[in-house]
């Protein structure tokens, strides 16, 4: 935590973006990365963590003692909205968290994962052999 980013997010902790990178350093480690956004929209990164893995427990550990002894108790309790991934490992702990540390925040999926990222996933031009079938018996 840098005290520049900290103090930003002192002002500014309506919104809560939580991500991981991965092949972003020599270590091959994955980085953990939230980031908010200031009253002219501009973004920064209140924490950036080297993990030891993206397990379930890690992520516990992240909502439920290293964000709030790095960003502070109080200032959770204005956070409105936390953004992840569809990540179960990430978004789960901190559903079980939200009451007692996040109590006036809501959970959802960011746009960019849910929809941006599944779309060269889908096969629009796939051919069900069911449909073909159905459709040449009509």
């Known amino acids: 935590v840098r005290e520049d980013e900290k ?7 309506e919104v809560l973006m ?3 990178t991965m092949k ?5 480690r994955p980085l953990g990365i939230t ?3 200031d009253s002219d929209m501009k973004s920064f990164t209140p924490i950036r963590a080297f993990l030891p893995s993206e397990c379930r427990w890690v992520f516990r550990w992240i909502w439920a003692t290293a964000i709030p002894t790095l960003l502070g108790r109080d200032n959770l309790l204005r956070v409105q909205l936390v953004l992840s991934d569809g990540d179960t490992n990430i978004y789960i702990p901190f559903d079980e968290l939200r009451e007692k540390l ?9 746009i960019y994962h849910k929809i941006v990222q ?3 996933k889908l096969d629009i031009w ?3 052999d069911e449909i073909v079938k159905a459709m040449v018996h009509t």
């Not at 103090?7 to 902790?13: A, K, T």
Request: hydrophobic residues 45%; proline residues 9%; charged residues 20%.
């Open 24 to 28: 972003t350093n020599n270590e091959g």
């Open 118 to 120: 599944a779309l060269p």
């Open 7 to 13: 103090r930003l997010f002192e002002l500014f902790p």
């Open 18 to 20: 939580i991500d991981v």
């Open 126 to 128: 796939r051919k069900d």
């Open 102 to 110: 996040y109590p006036n925040a809501v959970h959802a999926l960011c």
């Open 35 to 37: 980031a908010a956004f």
